[in-house]
């Protein structure tokens, strides 16, 4: 199926409640990538900088402006919110809208302040996001991004478990030793050594090919102090 083109973005077009003003500073992802951004100024007076992709695929409306419709505060009737017992799936649609939609909310600044945003369908619709995303496999997933300088939508998320999403964060740290990448964590775990140390090492400059040796056991420590001292009496005969 043939990828959708959309029309590029132009200062002065606009979307929803919003008019484009200007380009403004990139984004660089943790990867080193570079997102078009664009300065947009919304109905109601505020404004936004909004990831080019994002614009043109009606990801952004407003300045958020509308959040509290967005966010569904008002109790929906489609099964999912009886009172104060909710599924995992419609908490789970509910928190990604706080986190985009709602600078009170603790994290927003991670998410929507970032530029972080939820497709039109999504946002509109806790029934499509259902139907996009089907049930949680387990208790222990949840939602995840699978760029993470990209926002919600259907292509860009999967349920994933704790230990998959941690090294997904924008802040995990890859390494790179004999062509062979890692985590830090996953590097501690193959080289039989604790991530505290390792995560030591690189935070002192250590280069890879002596941060990754592993320390020696107690009783590898013994064995080589034995054959020095047995060595220097060799020598003093």
């Not at 099964?79 to 994290?107: F, H, V």
């Not at 972080?116 to 995303?133: I, K, P, Q, Y």
């Not at 991004?145 to 704790?162: A, F, H, M, V």
């Not at 830090?184 to 995560?199: C, I, N, P, Y």
């Amino acid at each position: 199926m043939p990828k959708t083109k959309y029309s590029p973005v132009l200062p002065g077009a606009q979307y929803g409640r919003l008019t484009v003003v200007k380009k403004a500073e990139p984004l660089r992802s943790a990867k080193g990538h570079l997102y078009q951004r664009w300065e947009c100024r919304c109905e109601c007076g505020g404004t936004i900088l909004a990831p080019d992709g994002d614009l043109r695929k009606g990801c952004y409306v407003s300045c958020g402006c509308w959040r509290l419709k967005a966010i569904g505060i008002r109790q929906l009737k489609h099964g999912e919110s009886i009172k104060t017992k909710t599924t995992k799936e419609y908490r789970a649609w509910r928190g990604m809208l706080k986190r985009c939609y709602y600078p009170k909310y603790e994290n927003y600044h991670n998410y929507g302040g970032r530029g972080v945003s939820v497709c039109v369908e999504w946002r509109n619709s806790f029934d499509t996001f259902l139907a996009d995303m089907g049930r949680a496999p387990s208790p222990r997933h949840s939602i995840d991004r699978i760029d993470n300088e990209i926002g919600y939508c259907k292509t860009n998320c999967q349920w994933s478990l704790p230990d998959k999403q941690a090294l997904n964060r924008r802040t995990t740290v890859f390494i790179t030793y004999r062509g062979e990448t890692r985590c830090v964590k996953d590097w501690a775990r193959h080289l039989g050594m604790l991530q505290s140390t390792l995560q030591s090492r690189i935070a002192k400059g250590w280069p890879p090919h002596k941060a990754f040796i592993p320390p020696l056991k107690p009783n590898q420590q013994m064995s080589l102090d034995l054959k020095s001292a047995d060595g220097r009496r060799s020598r003093s005969r």
